[in-house]
């Protein structure tokens, strides 16, 4: 158990719709991280916060957007689901922004569209 | 750009053998750390092994070692003793630390290992 949780594990929806994913990072992590896995794409970084501040952008759409709350639980929204949407989304967690250490993933919450 | 090459799609060890998956990759930077994840069929992403780019020796961790070769930017996973349960897909990531400004991995396309009995 890395101690990162995320939920809901398994989502089905349809085409148009939207979803939020959400990510509890380990106790004391301060960042967050956002993955997606697609079978054609691997494995994609989406998007960093830190301490509640976006810190690092990748290759996330404009149809998606996520958010650090307060208390460092984080939030991923996609909307105006595509049938490409579907894959399993990662959050991760690390103590710090940067300087060392290695990310502890969660689960993953699998999205499918139909 | 980074880049992380996994040229190895598959593999096939029999239980007991010890097995080399391959990584190479491509960074101008002189500081970076490299790491192997397990991710088995379950889903799940499990830390296995890091190296510093400033460390000297190669990384153990149990049966994972790393063997690190510098100037042919190559960071192979070794598993010795190979078991059943690391039956996986296994992934090659890299950091760069430039600045403390983020940890955010670089993921090659992934090394499925099968374990015969």
């Known amino acids: 158990d890395s101690g990162v949780t995320q939920t809901p594990k398994h989502l089905i929806t349809a085409t148009g719709q939207r979803v939020t994913l959400r990510c509890s990072p380990r106790?004391?992590?301060?960042?967050v991280y956002w993955y997606q896995q697609s079978l054609d794409q691997g494995l994609q970084f989406l998007i960093q916060?830190?301490?509640?501040?976006?810190?690092a952008k990748g290759n996330i759409l404009e149809r998606f957007s996520a958010q650090q709350f307060p208390d460092l639980h984080s939030e991923l929204n996609l909307s105006s689901l595509e049938l490409g949407d579907s894959a399993l989304y990662f959050c991760?967690?690390?103590?710090?922004?940067?300087?060392?250490?290695?990310?502890?993933f969660g689960e993953g919450s699998r999205l499918t569209v139909l | 750009a980074q880049k992380i090459t996994q040229t190895q799609p598959g593999m096939f060890v029999q239980e007991k053998e010890a097995v080399t998956l391959d990584c190479t990759y491509d960074?101008?930077?002189?500081?970076?750390?490299l790491f192997w994840y397990k991710q088995p069929s379950s889903g799940e992403m499990i830390f296995l092994i890091y190296?510093?780019?400033?460390?000297?020796q190669n990384a153990t961790e149990g049966r994972y070692s790393l063997n690190f070769q510098k100037a042919r930017k190559s960071a192979n996973l070794v598993i010795s003793a190979s078991q059943l349960g690391d039956s996986a897909m296994y992934f090659c990531?890299?950091?760069?630390?430039?600045?403390?400004?983020?940890?955010?991995?670089?993921f090659g396309t992934g090394t499925l290992l099968a374990v015969q009995p």
């Open positions: 991760a967690s690390s103590p710090r922004t940067g300087g060392g250490g290695e990310l502890f």
């Open positions: 106790s004391g992590d301060l960042s």
């Open positions: 916060y830190y301490n509640g501040e976006e810190r």
């Open positions: 960074t101008s930077d002189q500081s970076y750390g």
């Open positions: 190296q510093g780019s400033y460390d000297e």
């Open positions: 990531a890299m950091r760069e630390v430039y600045g403390g400004a983020t940890n955010k991995l670089i």
